[in-house]
T-cell receptor
Framework: DAGVIQSPRHEVTEMGQEVTLRCKPI?????LFWYRQTMMRGLELLIY????????DSGMPEDRFSAKMPNASFSTLKIQPSEPRDSAVYFC????????????FGPGTRLTVL | QKEVEQDPGPLSVPEGAIVSLNCTYS??????FMWYRQYSRKGPELLMY????GNKEDGRFTAQVDKSSKYISLFIRDSQPSDSATYLC?????????????FGPGTSLSVIP
């Protein structure tokens, strides 16, 4: 099993540009999560999906952030326009049960907005 | 006061030492407690998962929960250089409340050979 796959691993962009982060969950997992990790705020849940449907997006910081899951094997997190304060590591995770003890995290995308 | 507090370290110990990592919390509703290990440039991986108060042991790792003191600990026996990582505590009131899981900021651990 390849685990959760995220791309790109690193992204450097300029303020105002659109950024798209990608995630492929573990096959068979029907929950998908997007997290953000910063030194100041730690690890925070942004949004999660169940069977491709967004369940809770209360953690999405602003309208500049949007997430989609067009099918069971792919999800995107988009930031438009990006700002320097969006610089963070963004993790995708997936789970096969509705339980907090079954999440598997991807390696993360390190985003730097100049 | 933050909901979950954790000494950020860094903590440096010699190989073979017993390591104690701790978190305190303020919300008495928390019942599910987790410890994650995060290697540099990697995602967190779940290490220990406990419910309510008590101890849970898994190999060299022991998780301890004291709900009366709102204090949880992770003990690592016979620490190895491969244990060098950041350890995050996390907790929630419900087993299925992904959006209500609160993570600590993490403690950086280095085990020196």
């Amino acid at each position: 099993d390849a685990g959760v796959i995220q791309s790109p691993r690193h992204e450097v962009t300029e303020m105002g540009q659109e950024v798209t982060l990608r995630c492929k969950p573990i096959s068979g997992h029907d929950y998908l999560f997007w997290y953000r990790q910063t030194m100041m705020r730690g690890l925070e849940l942004l949004i999660y999906f169940n069977n491709n449907v967004p369940i809770d997006d209360s953690g999405m910081p602003e309208d500049r952030f949007s997430a989609k899951m067009p099918n069971a094997s792919f999800s995107t997190l988009k930031i438009q326009p990006s700002e320097p304060r969006d610089s963070a590591v963004y993790f995708c995770a997936s789970s096969f049960l509705h339980s907090t003890d079954t999440q598997y995290f991807g390696p993360g995308t390190r985003l730097t907005v100049l | 006061q933050k909901e979950v507090e954790q000494d950020p370290g860094p903590l440096s110990v010699p190989e073979g030492a017993i390591v104690s990592l701790n978190c305190t919390y303020s919300n008495s509703a928390f019942q599910y407690f987790m410890w994650y290990r995060q290697y540099s440039r990697k995602g967190p991986e779940l290490l220990m998962y406990t419910y309510s108060s008590g101890n849970k042991e898994d190999g060299r790792f022991t998780a301890q929960v004291d709900k009366s003191s709102k204090y949880i600990s992770l003990f690592i026996r016979d620490s190895q250089p491969s244990d060098s990582a950041t350890y995050l505590c996390a907790m929630s009131a419900m087993k299925t409340s992904y959006d209500k899981v609160i993570f600590g900021p993490g403690t950086s651990l280095s085990v020196i050979p």
